[in-house]
Each structure stands twice: as structure tokens, then as C-alpha cells.
């Protein structure tokens, strides 16, 4: 069933005039004097007029050397939704940025935005998963999510977030689980991932295929996934009609095929024709995983 989609636009009643952004180099300055007043319409015209800015990565490297960071990271748990919608925008702009990225995990934003989990703003959750996901891509972002013990509730997340959110928390999941897994596995990621395989959204399959690839690169991960029975309908997504999915089940088995565990249990599911066909196709992606 489709989900609407997570909008951006602020609320009916939210003037969205931006600041008036000072000259030169006294424009930054005078918004992070703005992000401190006391009237909220100041600070969300500020913030609105930072958004534009931070796109700019020579004014992201100012707004960090200004201690801007410390600045947002106040604004997160600010009582307005239209505060805290616009601050974690201007985070996520930020994070697009190396220089941003690198900025927003030395800040500790990470741990910051852990409140926002359960945020009542569609478009506030988005973005944070959104700086997550952006942010785990470096071997430092991804040990600063593990750091901040996010792997258990964004976990729990994968049962209940948005069609849009999910496919944000499986990549950072990817990311994380490339590097450790024994939380992931504590709080039964196999088994949320195994539900997500049956999913109507061909990129949360896809990404749940892959999220399983990186736990069964692991001895312990391996195990799990013969636990859980997951090998089966891995094996059966090799028949899916999307290749990008083929591709990630392919990748999983191959990790999960190393152990005699679990290369009996992809026989048991008959693994070898489908492997077969994709091996056949001279243009399927996942005729390298197919032939090893």
C-alpha cells in the first residue's frame, strides 16, 4: 500500500520570509546572533536564511569555525516544530559537505539528534535519519552511530517508521554493520530484516538484502542467518522481477554459503537453478555473486 509522501512545506501559519542577510563577511555573525533571540520568529527567519547559505561549502566551513554547530544543536530540542524542521534541514545541507560531515561528528550532532527519534514532525525524523545516513559513510560516522548505542532503536524503527524513513535507516544500518554487529544482532535485526525481504517496495527489499549481506560477513552473522531461516527466502528473491534486488540476495548467500550450515540450507532451497538462470543472463548484475 502506498504511504504519502513526507513533505518539507512549513505549516499554513508560518510566515516564511527569511531573514535580511547581512554583507560580506558580517552575514554569517548576524545569524547566529539571530539564532539566539529570544523571538521565535527571528530564529526561524534565521534559519530559514541559513538553509540557503549552507549550501555554499566555503560558508559551511565558516559557520563551523563560528561555533554554529553548537548553536543548532540547542535549536533541536527547541518546543516549535518548525524550529526544529528547519534546523535539522540545515544540518542535513551541511552534511552533504566533506567538510560539513566531518564538522557535524567532531561536534557530537550524532548524539545530539538521538532525541528526534521519536519526533512527532514526519519531515524532522526524515532529516535526521537523513544526517545518519550521510554521516555513516565515513568510518568515523559509522563508529560515532555505534558509539551513541543508535543500533537498537533504529532496530525497533525498522518495524514502525515511513516507507521514505526506512530506506534511510537501512542504509545506515549498511554503513554500521559493516564494522560491528553484536548489538544488531542482540536486539533480533535477522528477524526484522527476514520481514522486510517480503516487502512491496522493491528498494526496502533490496536494502534489507544488503543489510543481511553486510551481517553475514561476519562468522557470528552467518550463524544468524541459518538461525533465523533466512537463506530460503533469500534463495527466492534470486527469482525477483527487480535486479537490484537480485543483486543484494546474491551478495548475501555468497557470505552466508561459507559455512556447511548454510550451504545446506541454500540446497535444501534449491538454490542451484536459480543461480543457474542468473548466471545465463549476459546482462544481469548478479552473475558475478551467481558464479563464485
Known sequence: MAQPRISASLPPDIDPTKAAVAFGRRALPKLKEQLQSPELLTQQRALMALCDLVHDPEKVYQAIALGFLDSLKTLLVHQDQTVRHKTTEVLSVMALHSIGR???????????????????????????????????????????????????????????????????????LSSCLRVEISEALAAGAV????????????????????????????????????????????????????PEVQVSSAGALVFAMVTPQGRSSAMDAEAIPPF?????????????????
Open 102 to 172: 566531518e564538522g557535524l561528528i567532531r561536534s557530537g550532532v550524532i548524539s545530539a539528534l538521538t532525541g528526534l527519534l521519536d519526533d512527532p514532525v514526519d519531515i524532522c525524523r526524515k532529516n535526521t535519519h537523513q544526517i545518519f545516513a550521510m554521516l555513516a559513510r565515513l568510518p568515523e560516522g559509522a563508529g560515532a552511530v555505534l558509539q551513541a548505542r543508535l543500533i537498537p532503536p533504529l532496530v525497533l524503527k525498522l518495524k514502525m517508521e515511513l516507507e521514505e524513513i526506512l530506506e534511510l535507516i537501512l542504509d545506515t
Open 191 to 242: 528477524a526484522v530484516l527476514k520481514e522486510k525481504l517480503s516487502h512491496p517496495c522493491t528498494a526496502i527489499r533490496s536494502k534489507a538484502a544488503w543489510v543481511l549481506l553486510e551481517i553475514s560477513s561476519h562468522a557470528e552473522g552467518k550463524i544468524a542467518l541459518c538461525r533465523e531461516e533466512v537463506i530460503p527466502v533469500l534463495v527466492s528473491l534470486l527469482q525477483d522481477p527487480q
Open 276 to 292: 543457474l538462470r542468473l548466471v545465463a543472463e549476459e546482462t544481469s548484475r548478479a552473475r558475478v555473486s551467481a558464479l563464485q
